[in-house]
């Protein structure tokens, strides 16, 4: 199996205090993997890392065998082009922009055809379309972290990495968002989950990561840590 990304003893620290420790783990091209783990226990460190958003304290970040995180700190534009859309915690829309112009912000990467894959991302959340003239800010949270997904598709992401999709969202919008997260996996995307809703991410990934601390204590099949019995105790109330 091919390895798309690798963290390799990863450590990140904000000031003194150390968020990351030694954290290593190789996510295959093709896959959905989730990181679990409790508030504070470093998911969205991972994230910002890799996305060159905070630098390393120590370790490195390869993407297609090429080492990100010697340059990727504060080039957070240059790890975009190379293929890895963020879907920041709390969504991050322009709310002053229109649906269609804040789709269109995340096409900068690629040239020209903007229009036509608007229209993939509609096929995805007709909802958008509905509302592709209505300001960003004056749309719902469900539809605002749509736009915030569909944005991140509209570069046609290599590795979609999303920090808590589901945050705050009604049931029916959770699930519509993780069916479209599978489908556009099946489609050829591997995707980096972080969720706070682990039996929800366990149920679309191939593969978990369990980090507590900041350290990576377990990283296994969905299907194993969905019977693993520590896993059901600490993160999935014994569903
Ligand atoms: N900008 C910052 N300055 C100082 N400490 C930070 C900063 N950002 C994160 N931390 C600390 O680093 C640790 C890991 O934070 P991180 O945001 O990565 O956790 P998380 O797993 O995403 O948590 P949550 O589930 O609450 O989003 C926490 O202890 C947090 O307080
Ligand atoms: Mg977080």
């Known amino acids: 199996m091919e390895t798309l990304l690798e963290f390799k003893n990863v450590s990140v620290a904000y000031g003194g205090i150390q968020a990351l420790h030694d954290v290593s783990f190789q996510i295959p091209k093709g896959e959905i993997v989730t990181i679990l783990g409790a508030n504070g226990a470093g998911k969205s460190s991972c994230l910002r890392a890799l996305s060159g958003l905070i630098p390393l304290k120590g ?101 979609l990495v999303l920090d808590e999709p589901s945050l705050g969202l009604a049931p029916q919008v959770i699930s519509l968002i993780f069916r479209i997260l599978e489908e556009v996996n099946k489609s050829g995307t591997t995707i980096l989950l972080v969720e706070q809703n682990a039996h929800l991410a366990l149920q679309v990934a191939h593969r978990g990561i369990v980090l507590e601390t900041g350290t990576l204590t377990l990283m296994d099949e969905a299907k194993n840590l969905l019977n693993n019995p520590r896993i059901r105790e600490a993160y999935l109330g014994n569903h």
């Open 59 to 159: 370790g490195s970040i390869s993407f297609r065998q090429e080492v990100l995180s010697s340059w990727a700190y504060k080039h957070p534009h240059r790890v975009a082009l190379k293929g890895i859309a963020h879907v920041p915690e709390g969504r991050g829309i322009f709310p002053e922009l229109t649906v269609d112009e804040n789709l269109d912000l995340g096409a900068w990467s690629v040239a020209g055809k903007s229009k036509q894959d608007r229209e993939r991302v509609f096929a995805y959340f007709p909802r958008l379309k509905e509302r592709h003239s209505q300001l960003g800010g004056t749309l719902s949270g469900g539809e605002q972290q749509m736009l915030a997904v569909g944005r991140a598709l509209m570069s046609h992401p290599t590795l």
